[in-house]
């Protein structure tokens, strides 16, 4: 069983920049794939970015490439999302996310969830 517990969101104004930090403990946080989610009211739940066990691939929505770059310490158990050029249809609550199976951008394909974290950009 992994607990994940995100942190690092805030109010920020548009242009600026966040970053979000996603702790893991209770499982072996090297042997999981990681996601970072997000959740606008009345949308559902949407991909964000994902990054292998090892680090070494990732993958963006479009809507988000080039300004958001997820990372990982397996040494410290967290997974990182910096969040530059931030837009006022960036917010959202932020989710991250583990499984044990492949690297996928589909909400149903991660078993282990955070509580999530609140980004609100103003404009």
């Known amino acids: 069983q992994v607990q994940l517990v995100e942190s690092g969101g805030g109010l920020v104004q548009a242009g600026g920049s966040l970053r979000l930090s996603c702790a893991a403990s209770g499982g072996t946080f090297a042997g999981y794939n990681m996601g970072w989610f997000r959740q606008a009211p009345g949308t559902e739940r949407e991909f964000v970015a994902r990054?292998?066990?090892?680090?070494?691939?990732?993958n963006y929505a479009d809507s988000v490439k080039g300004r958001f770059t997820i990372s990982r310490d397996n040494v410290k158990h967290t997974v990182y999302l910096q969040m530059n050029s931030l837009k006022p249809e960036d917010t959202a609550v932020y989710y991250c996310a583990a499984t044990a199976g492949v690297g996928s951008r589909e909400v149903r394909d991660y078993m282990y969830w955070g509580q999530g974290t609140q980004v609100t950009v103003s404009s």
């Open positions: 990054i292998s066990r090892g680090g070494t691939i990732t």
